[in-house]
């Protein structure tokens, strides 16, 4: 990755946290508890479940940071989700948090010296991750539930007017 793309996947990595009060603003918040089945996210869940992906992400990116080379651990997100009761936390507080530990990151990856992108952790499950690579995967992870939400949202209002 040359030095523009990665100012513009530090650029999106920033502006996650709009993006996901962007989406937040087009759900009402009536349907945030709504699953689309037992076994499916429902958007508060999905809030809940992303800071705790960022706070794990923000000791990832430490570890490479400061300590290239070390292993970091794997969480098993649906047991998180279970075992703390994701529909009972507090989906503002989440987001808070969320906004947070993103900001705190981005201030940090806007001042790194070109040498540090190529260090590393070592994840359990992904292999050797450059701080590169995890940036853009944690991009990427935002988008990916950006979408899930929008999903969820569609088959609200499928059951909504089924109802109806």
């Not at 651990?73 to 947070?100: C, I, K, P």
């Not at 940036?135 to 929008?150: F, G, L, N, S």
Request: hydrophobic share 40%; with cysteine.
């Amino acid at each position: 990755m040359n030095d523009f793309e990665r100012r513009q996947k530090i650029e999106a990595f920033g502006n996650a946290y709009f993006q996901i009060c962007d989406i937040l603003r087009e759900l009402p918040r009536e349907m945030w508890g709504f699953k689309p089945s037992p076994e499916q996210w429902s958007v508060h869940e999905i809030l809940i479940h992303m800071a705790d992906s960022e706070a794990n992400a923000y000791v990832r990116f430490r570890k490479a940071i400061a300590e290239s080379g070390s292993s970091v651990v794997a969480y098993d997100q649906m047991a998180w989700a279970t075992s703390l009761d994701y529909r009972t936390q507090n989906a503002n507080d989440a987001l808070e948090l969320f906004r947070w530990l993103r900001a705190t990151s981005y201030s940090i990856f806007r001042t790194l010296p070109e040498s540090v992108w190529q260090n590393s952790i070592q994840h359990p499950e992904h292999g050797l991750m450059t701080l590169e690579q995890m940036v853009d995967t944690y991009v990427t992870h935002v988008e990916k539930h950006i979408a899930q939400m929008r999903r969820v949202f569609e088959s609200w209002k499928t059951n909504s007017v089924k109802k109806a």
